[in-house]
Every structure is written in C-alpha cells, then in structure tokens.
C-alpha cells in the first residue's frame, strides 16, 4: 500500500505542510458523555498531545469497539473506526499491518476490551504490533446502563448482581503483563499533566502500548477512584512510578515502598530508622519487577501504583512481516503472478 | 505373456485406500498429476478421516483418494471404481462397496493376516471365504515386496513401511501404461536432501513396475489416451489452491496489497497455507486468535486500503456474522470464501455439504445483503473467488464466495488463464479533499467513496451505527434509516446489471431443467448428458450467482414443465427458487456427507420423466 499512499498528491499549500492544533482536532460531532465523566478530560489530553507528536493528522487512525468509551473516535477528527463489541484491538492489527506508518490507537473500556473482547486484546499485546491501547477503566458498565465489569471490585451491588457480584476483578497491568506486553502503564482521567506524559510515552514507544486510565463515571459508578484522585487523600493512596527513582509517596513525602523478599511493603522514614536508600527504586526495564508492583494493585493496605510499570523493546509484528516480506522478495525475486500460474507440472495441448 | 499392446479405454476410476498412515493421499496425487502431465482429462476426490491417526488398521482410520481419468470429458470423480488397491482389510470393508461388480482389487497381502481381519471387524477372510467371487482379486504381498526391495539399504522397519504405498503406485503405473517420470521428479526435489528416503522411494516405486512387467501377475495392460481438451497450457489444481491464486490475481488485477487475516479450519486451511507461501508477492497472512479475529483483521485492512480477505467453514462463517454486518455497514470491500463442511457445529469437518447456502445469504442481524458467488468446480473456484472481488472492490461490499470441501480438496485439469484476459480491477481511490462526504455514492454502481488513512484532508469516521446519508455522522432519525437500508439493498441487487445472463446447458425449453449450484456441477452434468444422449428432453441450469441472482433466472425456469433442484442439503437453493420465482420445483437431497453419484440424479431424472409421462 506504501505505493500507493506516496502517489497522493500533497495538499497543503504553506510552508509547514500537515501542521496542526488541538482545535482542528475536535470534529463536528457533539460530544454526548454524561456531564461529569472522565471521558472528557481523556479526551481533551490526547487532543492536546497529538500536534506535538509530529505525525500528520491523516496518518492518525482511532479505533473502537463498543461502549461509551467507544465514542471516542466520532469526536476525533482524524481517520476514525468504530468497531463493533470487543473488537477494536484486532480491527486496529488489520489496519497497522495494512499500513504500518500510521498512528494507530484503540480506545477500549473495560467491559469492551476485557470481557468480550479479551481474547484479541491478550494476542495484540503479545504480538507486539505497534498500537497504542487506552483502556478506560471505570468498573461499571455503563453504555448498558449499570451493570458490573470484569474489573468491579468483588461484591459489587449492580442491577445484575443484586446481591453482590461474585467474580475477583481483572488487573489489567498484570493481565496485560501477563500476555507479554512491552509497555504496560496505568494514569488517571483527574490527573492531566500525568496523562499527558503517558499518552506521549506511549506514542513514543515502538510495540502494542498499554494505558489503563482510571476514568470516573459520574452515573454509575461514581467516585470509584476518588481515593486515588482527591486532593486531600491521594498523596497518601497512590505511589507513582518513575524510572531510577525510589517508590516515595506521603503528603510529606515521607513513606516509602521497600521490598521484604519479594513482597513490597511501607516502610517510614520519619523515624530515622529508613532512609531513602532502603527504598526500592523503579526500573522500568525490568520485567520481573513490573509483575511485583502490579500485584500491589488490589492490596489495601498499599499505595495504589500508578506510572510506567515496564517498558521494553522487542521487534514488532509488523516489522518481522515487513523483514520477511523483503527477505523472501530479495530471494526470489519479486513475485509474478503468470509465473506462478504457469509453475508446476503444465503441459499444453495444441 | 501379458499383451504387448496395452487394451484402449475411454475412461477409467481408481480407488487407493489405506490406512490413513499409509500415504494414500500422497499416491492418488502422484497418479493424478501424471496422468494430468499426459494430457487426460480428470477429477479427483480425496475422502480422509477427520482424525489424524484414527486407531491402525480400523475402519475409523481408512483414508481415499479416487480419481476419474479419461480420454473423454470427465465431470466427477467416478460413481464406482473399476479398480481398488486396498492396502488392509479396513480398506477393503469401508471401500468394496463403490467397486464396479467385476472390477478389480488389488490387495496388500500383509494387511489382511489375522490381527488387521480383527481390527477391521471381519470374521473370517474375504479372501479365503469366497465373498470377493465377483471380482477380479489381486494379492500382492506388497510390505514383503518392499522390505525385499529395500534390503541392501539397512533402514528402519519404519521407513521400509512408508515406502509401500510406492510400490502400489508402481504396479498401478505399469497396469496403465504410465511413465514413472513425474514422480521420479517428484521425489528427488521432496527429498533431495534426505537421500535414504529419496532412494528407499525410487527403488520401492520401480520395484512395482519391475514386478508387473515380470510376474505377469496381471493379464492385461490398459492405456488411457489424452483427451480432446480445448488448445492452450494446463496444470492439475485443487479448489483451494485456485481460491488462493484468485485472491493473488484480484489483488494484482487491482494494483493492491492481498492481506489474509484467517483461522485454520478443516477444509479451509489449505487457502492459508498457500497463501502463506507467497512472501515475495507481498502477501500478508495473518493467522489471527479466531474466526472473529480473521475477519475484523480483514476490515481494518480494507480500511487501510488493502484487500483485505478471510477464509473458514461453516462454524467460521457463523462466528464471523456480526462483523459481516459491520462490513455490509461501513461498506468495505472484503472477499469472505466459506469452504463448507458437513453440519451442523462442528458437524463432518472433512466431509462435504452444502448447507451454508442460507447462513451465507440471510445468516445475519439486520437488513445486510452481501453478493454470494458459487464455484461449481475445483479449478472454478479461481475464477469465482476472482470475481468475487471484482465485485467486493467495484462496489465496496463484502461478498461470500462458496466452495466446499469436495470442491477444495478435489482437482482437475486448469486451462490456465492469461491475466489480460481477466477483467481489470480498477479501485476507486478517493485523493481529493474538495466536497468529500464518505457516504455519496457512485451514480451507477450506489458505492460509496474508497477514502484510506493517511491521504491528506480526507479524516472521517465510519462504524457500525447507522449513519447518515452522505457525511456518514451517526443518525438514528426514522427517515434516514429507511433511506440508507434502501440504498444498500439497491446497490447489492444492482450488481445484476454487472454479471452475465444465466446460460442454459441443453435446450431452452422441454420437459425438465436440473437447477444446481456449486459443487454438484459435474454430478449434474453429467446426469442430463446421458439423458439428452438418449434423445430426453433434460436441460442444465447451473447457478453462479446466488445473491443476487442473474436477471434471466426466472424467464429460463418458466420455458420447462418440471424444475429439479439437486442439493446436498434439505433443500436451500430450492428455498429461494420458490420464494422468488413462484414455481413448484422438486427438490432432490443427498446429506451424507459425500457428493452426488452422477447415477443417482440420472436416477432421479428418470423418475421425474416416468411420471410425467402418467
């Protein structure tokens, strides 16, 4: 398709072709989410990061599946694709492998991309094609109006589990660990500077990207992440992760995360027996720790990790298709498809 | 003595049946493809278990290959045998019965002693008892044979015994006159570089031919003449394989990348096997998580301006529904091919049906017309597959293309086509930006715009909701709902105007027309030669097109007294006749799993004739 794509005249007449801003990113669509829901602030940052990533706006591609997330794309003004249930990740594999210079994104809610679309969400991951996945997660389902998600903490009171639900939640940093991610982070709808920086991580990084975004939903489920997002609480819930930084959190910056074995745990340093030295500090490259501080995830007495937990290079999909592709073209010449035909046993009758 | 001059014959049906660890399949190719080098016209019908290695030497475990060889035009695979090479006695159980009384069988001694006679469930020896007395029996100790061929070699007892089907081969080479070259070839460029096997096989195929021409073992020697095929250059294929080099030759027709996004199923995979071959053409195969995978894999690189295709069976087509919708309403081009399979669910997955026929044409939510094109024989599945994108890219729709697993697995001769004889592909890119709305449509064909990510001022947004006609933004409004269901309905029964009138096989008008599709052409074809041979008004109908079907349909059926619509399902082509054309037509069902015999429409075709001479 390269070919082809280089044969399109460019349009642009000034001087800096396919220059853009985050208005001409907003469509003529009207945003319809919930007054309150952390849709709209997802969206404003991507809109806000995507003209300094220096890609052209038509080589940026959003695709969907189903949910409210799944709107996303029709307020996107580039090339967008709502899928149908589930299927945003394998439809995006198409599109890249199709095409692989452009920018690819899925927006996926919880629902869409872990119940009925887990499957392709696993094998993109550990395909490693060059996608960038933005799992909003808000723990309900919401477009259905109200009925709990593989993420709803156990327990969970929704129209369809009156008596509570029964199944233990999905983590999806170590869900998508697990299935051999390159990039796995987690940030927050409330926190726009943070988002900022991952979304433009996982642009920036080559292989499938993995953003799980605490996103609020303000009908059904709301203040599910107002512990991790208030103003006076959330210094003390949640430890964010930099590389070759230790895991510091507190309002006073005075707690930190220590691993006992390899079980982290809090320790103080107000008392003067620890000091900064004793605490664990992140390593981004390291796949082993990545597991450990995603499995801090559920456990309540630990501040909640939020960051890059692992981000490492393996070749991608598309470029393992494309290296075979020329391989197999320089080896045996480009392929003639009268050749092909006539290949084989043939005779020929007068 | 056996005679010097090989006795003549028109046309000729073998059976090689074995256990399915025998290498039949393998044998029944090679006889094929020499047969085929010789310039006869054939058709080969492989018939294997499901199981990969069901239990030796059980009836479970027999695997067939028959092929149909002649000087004269052969539609099917043979009814009956006139020859069958039983390498063990569940060979002989499972097959005997599809063996011309008075033909021959040439039997693998070692595979009859008493531990096989158990396995395959007989109790006293069909070739001691007197049970075999209308036939012409052949016993050859062929594992004998071989290990003595193989002797000086020092190889493993199991090598020895993968060589004998060779020696079969070998004997059936020398019974019709057929050169060993071909294989020969065959076997120093398979195993070049594995030169015990290479040898162990030539010696073992030469030793068959060495021992018919000595042992006189068989009085007569045949000899099968070229037959009268039209001028021009030929190769043997099989559907899938020619479903494969139709999509390659679409996507070289329309200047556009091939991306397969499929999941293998029995009897489709061999399309993704092929296709996966072909790197250096630039092919794209994805071999995705599942059947769901396949084809929204497909979409998306459709959207990204590829031709994007998939390939399954039935239970795959079933999965893929929901995202056939989605592609009837973002209106891609995408070539679906269902290879079908014995149903329903998992059904008989290396047996042959034709029960999709209505899956394919209404099997989805919603009002969701898709084009559905049939291939009616192995090497027709090129040229259905072929216009199957013509179609999926000069009208931006998915199209079902129909083949099955008599079709995929089965060859014939392929009067290989010249590309510029093909019709020209021509997608209709859209590059400029002034007054684009992805949703106008082309005054003739109603397709919409081709508008792919990464051309400068064409961004938009498309999805399965229902859109709103010409900007394509979502809208539920009643109106325009009605509207956009119009139009995509109208722009699938538009095609119409596009394909060919249906062609009559026989008379215009008389006494009865045969209506089929797909695989059972030959079958069909057959059947109304002989009775337009015996002067009976019979005529052929044979339908390509299913959905939407050719506008003369309905004139043809009215010109004949009684319709007959063989099928191998309950009746579902027959569904439509009548629905569409308010006739009574007869249906005629086989659903076993196997093709029709071309005997048992002729049958049919008499008892129609009978009747309505009351």
Same mark, same amino acid.
């Given at each position: ?11 642009? /007449? ?70 149908? @249930? ?60 109200? !009925? ?47 988002? !900022? ?29 107002? !512990? ?9 819930? *949640? ?48 796949? =082993? ?51 092909? %035909? ?9 | ?11 000729? /049906? ?15 190719? !090679? ?26 030497? =059980?009836?479970?475990? *027999? ?138 096989? =030539? ?10 021409? /000595? ?62 071959? @072909? ?31 998939? =390939? ?59 084009? *559905? ?45 010249? %590309? ?24 003739? /064909? ?95 109908? @044979? ?72």
């Amino acid at each position: 398709m390269s070919a082809l794509i280089t044969d399109i005249p460019v349009q642009s /007449t000034s001087s800096t072709p396919f220059k853009f801003s985050s208005k001409d990113l907003q469509s003529d669509q009207e945003v319809r989410w919930c007054p309150g829901c952390g849709d709209y602030s997802i969206l404003a940052q991507a809109q806000r990061i995507m003209p300094d990533l220096g890609i052209p706006k038509h080589k940026i591609v959003f695709v969907s599946g189903i949910g409210c997330s799944s709107r996303f794309p029709y307020y996107m003004n580039t090339y967008g694709f709502h899928g149908i @249930h589930g299927r945003a990740t394998s439809i995006a594999s198409g599109v890249k492998l199709a095409q692989p210079d452009l920018s690819v994104w899925v927006v996926t809610g919880d629902g869409d991309g872990m119940s009925i679309g887990g499957n392709h969400l696993i094998h993109l991951l550990r395909r490693n094609i060059d996608v960038n996945i933005l799992l909003f997660n808000n723990q309900i389902y919401g477009l259905t109006k109200g !009925q709990y998600s593989p993420t709803s903490e156990k327990g969970k009171v929704t129209k369809s589990t009156p008596h509570g639900s029964l199944d233990y939640p999905f983590n999806p940093i170590s869900l998508a660990l697990g299935a051999s991610a390159t990039f796995a982070a987690r940030t927050l709808d409330r926190d726009q500077k943070h988002l !900022q920086s991952i979304l433009k991580r996982a642009a920036e990084h080559v292989g499938t990207s993995f953003i799980e975004i605490y996103q609020n939903c303000s009908v059904f489920n709301d203040g599910a992440f107002f !512990q991790f997002t208030d103003k006076e609480v959330k210094d003390d819930t *949640v430890v964010f992760l930099e590389h070759g930084k230790p895991l510091l959190f507190g309002k006073e910056k005075d707690k930190g995360i220590r691993l006992n074995g390899f079980t982290p745990e809090i320790i103080s340093l107000k008392d003067g027996k620890f000091s900064v030295n004793d605490l664990l500090v992140h390593n981004e490259k390291d796949t =082993t720790l990545s597991f450990i501080l995603a499995d801090m995830t559920y456990h309540s007495n630990l501040p909640r990790p939020v960051g890059v937990f692992l981000s490492i290079e393996r070749p991608t999909y598309e470029a393992e298709m494309q290296r075979q592709i020329e391989f197999y073209k320089e080896k045996q010449g480009e392929g003639i498809i009268e050749e092909l %035909l006539n290949s084989g046993d043939t005779w020929t009758i007068q | 003595m056996a005679e010097k001059t090989p006795q003549l014959l028109d046309e000729v /049906t073998i059976r090689f049946a074995g256990d399915s660890g025998d290498g039949m399949q393998l044998t029944g190719t !090679q006889f094929t493809n020499t047969a085929a080098f010789l310039g006869n016209d054939l058709s080969t019908f492989p018939d294997y278990p499901a199981e990969i290695r069901a239990p030796q030497g =059980t009836t479970n475990g *027999v695997s067939g290959f028959q092929i149909h060889f002649g000087s004269v035009e052969i539609n099917t695979p043979g009814d009956f045998c006139d020859v069958l090479v039983a390498m063990n006695a569940a060979a002989l159980k499972v097959n005997l019965h599809g063996l011309l009384k008075g033909g021959s069988i040439i039997v693998n001694l070692d595979g009859f002693n008493d531990k096989n006679l158990k396995l395959a469930g007989y109790t006293a020896n069909p070739l001691r008892d007197g049970s075999l007395s209308n036939y012409q029996v052949f016993e050859v100790d062929i594992t004998k044979l071989t290990t003595i061929a193989l002797q000086e070699m020092n190889l493993s007892s199991k090598l020895v015994d993968r060589s004998k089907n060779f020696f079969a081969l070998g004997m059936m080479y020398w019974m019709y006159n057929l050169p060993l070259e071909t294989t020969l070839h065959w076997i120093n460029e398979k195993f070049g570089n594995k030169p015990d096997i290479r040898d162990a096989n =030539t010696r073992v195929l030469k030793a068959g031919w060495n021992y018919s021409e /000595t042992t006189e073992i068989f009085k007569v020697r045949y000899h099968v003449a070229p037959a009268k095929l039209a001028p021009g250059r030929y190769r043997n294929i099989t559907g899938n394989q020619a479903a494969a080099w139709g999509l390659m030759t679409a996507a070289k027709k329309a200047k556009l990348d091939l991306f397969l996004g499929s999941y293998p199923i029995t009897p489709a995979s061999e399309i993704l096997h092929e296709l996966s071959l @072909h790197k250096n053409f630039g092919v794209k195969t994805f071999q995705a998580e599942d059947e769901i995978a396949g084809i929204t894999s497909a979409i998306g690189a459709s959207f990204a301006g590829a031709l994007g295709s998939t =390939t399954t069976s039935g239970p795959g087509l079933a999965l893929k529904t929901e995202a056939l919708g989605l592609a009837v309403m973002v209106e891609l081009p995408l070539v679906v091919v269902d290879v079908q399979r014995g149903g329903p669910s998992t059904g008989l997955p290396t047996k042959t049906e034709q029960a999709d026929l209505l899956q394919a044409v209404y099997g989805r939510n919603g009002e969701a017309p898709i084009p *559905v094109i049939a291939a009616a024989t192995p090497s027709d599945c090129f040229n259905a597959v072929f216009e199957s994108a013509r179609i999926a890219i000069k009208y931006m729709t998915p199209v079902i293309c129909l083949s099955d697993g008599y079709l995929g697995n089965g060859s014939e001769p392929w009067l290989i086509p010249k %590309l510029e004889n093909l019709p020209d592909i021509a997608p209709a890119f859209r590059t400029n930006p002034e007054g684009f709305l992805p949703y106008s449509r082309d005054e003739v /064909t109603l397709a919409r715009p081709w508008a792919i990510p990464g051309t400068p001022g064409l961004e938009h947004r498309i999805g399965g909701l229902e859109k709103k006609n010409l900007d394509g933004n979502i809208d539920y409004s009643p109106k325009n709902h009605d509207l956009m269901t119009h139009l995509r309905a109208n722009k699938i029964a538009g095609i119409v105007n596009d394909i060919p009138l249906a062609e009559i096989e026989g008379d215009q008008s008389g006494d009865v027309l045969v209506v089929g599709w797909g695989s059972t052409y030959g079958a069909i074809r057959t059947a109304v030669q002989r009775h337009r041979l015996k002067g009976h008004s019979v005529s052929h109908l @044979h339908l390509r097109y299913i959905h939407p079907m050719q506008k003369n349909v309905g004139e043809l059926l009215s010109q004949f007294k009684t319709i007959l619509v063989p099928e191998l399902n309950l009746g579902q082509l027959i569904k439509i006749l009548r629905s569409t054309y308010l006739i009574p037509a007869i249906g005629y069902n086989k659903i076993m799993g196997l093709p029709f015999q071309s005997e048992e429409i002729e049958n049919k075709i008499d008892e129609i004739l009978q009747g309505n001479k009351q």
